[in-house]
């Protein structure tokens, strides 16, 4: 069964923290990690792809585990305008499988 | 990034009545995707598209379902009679290879808002 689960959240948490998101998934053979953000009422629009060897982007840090089927997402320093839902993605083969998301608010 | 537009941004309908939502994406692309997401829920797949054909499908797209790319452009989904639960937002996907972000990724139009009363 091809499953992807995040955290439940929501996280609150004060402009310029740190914040680590987990997902795992259930199919081994998954071929790539992608994290999406997905603003109220709008299309999931794509943050990072998640390499085997971890990458990073300004604040964001995507990290991936194979052997334990693990992905996380690092925002360092968060701002106002990082609160969305992420979404964790997992491709098999020419499908991607959509986690449940999880909703950030960066408050003032 | 490759742009994708859905038309129209919101439909309401009747329940049985047929819609047809559509997805032009701007450039040429061979796979593309039907998702929807129920309010306050999760994006779910619901069919691929690859060379004209249905590539894969999911359980929710039952035979109300359908879909075709009819003039080599645009891409659309027919829901034959819609029941109240088929509201929902309705993304359309397509499948961008070798993008500065990631090898095979997807980029998502802006979505169809479907009410059925």
């Known amino acids: 069964r091809k499953e992807v689960e995040q955290d439940p959240g929501p996280f609150n948490v004060p402009e310029g923290a740190t914040v680590a998101f987990n997902c795992t998934y259930s199919?081994?053979?998954?071929?790539?990690f992608f994290w999406y953000r997905q603003d109220c009422r709008k299309e999931p629009k794509l943050l990072m792809s998640?390499?085997?060897s971890g990458n990073e982007d300004g604040r964001f840090t995507a990290q991936l585990n194979r052997a334990s089927q693990y992905i996380s997402l690092l925002i360092r320093d968060s701002k106002l305008s990082d609160s969305a839902t992420y979404l964790c993605v997992v491709n098999y083969g020419q499908n991607f499988v959509f986690g449940p998301g999880t909703r950030l608010s960066v408050l003032p | 990034e490759p742009e994708v537009t859905q038309t129209p941004s919101h439909q309401v309908t009747q329940m049985g009545q047929e819609v047809i939502l559509r997805c032009v994406p701007i450039?040429?692309?061979?796979?593309f995707y039907w998702y929807r997401q129920i309010l306050g829920q999760k994006v779910e797949f619901l069919v691929s598209f690859y060379n004209n054909e249905i590539s894969e499908k999911s359980e929710i797209f039952d035979d109300q379902f359908s879909v075709e790319r009819p003039d080599g452009s645009n891409f659309t989904l027919k829901i034959r009679s819609t029941k109240l639960e088929d509201s929902a937002m309705y993304f359309c996907a397509i499948l961008s290879v070798g993008t500065p972000k990631g090898g095979e990724t997807q980029y998502f139009g802006p979505g169809t808002r479907l009410l059925v009363l």
């Open positions: 199919n081994s053979a998954s071929q790539s």
């Open positions: 998640v390499y085997s």
């Open positions: 450039s040429n692309h061979l796979y």
